[in-house]
């Protein structure tokens, strides 16, 4: 599966979009990227997840690039209960593996 | 339905002892996995299952076993425990994805071991 790259932190402003950027430059044609958060002790949530296209659901908006090697997880009103490390994981096609790294840790301000 | 349910929530290990981790899930789900969470790190698959009977090695399977029954429990197992496996234990699960993708995994709330 390939990697991906994430910054380590980032603070964001209550009531603000929070943008996190992923890299994953080496990623192969039939390999998904999935985005899940970790609050604070719990177990890790599912946020979204795409192929090609950009995605949208009730939590999320996930921006792939054409060339598919970045993506761009969208909270378009950040909150409070948003704070939490997100993890960005590219999955290939027919394995469930899930590698996970370190992920950003968005911290949301008051 | 409860989703993904895991016992105990806390628990001291001495070295040496030997302890199973309880992970049930009642979503029918296929898949499942054993992860483990260091402080500060992302999750490590310990082991996974795609269906009773079927189970296979993850990434760090050394001092843990597993077993699967039914569909519905997978617990784990650590025999002989030492502090290098003090970490929080997270159980998961899945269906197989549609058109040959991937699935969403769906996690338990963790069981924190601590081995002394």
């Known amino acids: 599966d390939a990697k991906t790259t994430q910054p380590p932190s980032m603070d964001c402003a209550e009531g603000r979009a929070a943008n996190l950027p992923c890299n994953h430059s080496t990623i192969s044609g039939n390999e998904y990227v999935y985005w899940y958060r970790q609050i604070h002790s719990q177990g890790p949530q599912y946020i979204i997840h795409?192929?090609?296209n950009n995605e949208t659901n009730e939590m999320a908006s996930l921006i792939i690039t054409e060339d598919r090697k970045s993506s761009t997880l969208i909270l378009p009103h950040a909150t409070l209960r948003d704070t939490a490390v997100y993890y960005c994981?590219?999955?290939?096609?027919?394995?469930?593996?899930?590698?996970f790294g370190t992920g950003t840790l968005l911290a949301v301000q008051p | 339905n409860a989703g993904v349910t895991q016992t105990p929530k806390f628990r001291i290990l001495k070295i040496g002892q030997s302890m199973t981790l309880q992970c049930t899930q009642d979503m029918n789900h296929n898949y499942m996995y054993w992860y483990r969470q260091d402080p500060g790190m992302g999750l490590k698959l310990i082991y996974y299952s795609v269906g009773a009977g079927i189970t296979d090695k993850g990434e760090v399977p050394n001092g843990y076993n597993v077993s699967r029954s039914t569909t519905e429990d997978f617990p784990l197992r650590l025999e002989l425990a030492a502090p290098s496996q003090t970490s929080v234990y997270f159980c998961a699960s899945s269906s197989p994805g549609l058109a040959g993708g991937p699935d969403t995994q769906y996690f338990g709330p963790g069981t924190r071991l601590t081995v002394l």
């Open positions: 795409g192929l090609k």
């Open positions: 994981i590219v999955v290939g096609g027919a394995t469930n593996k899930l590698i």
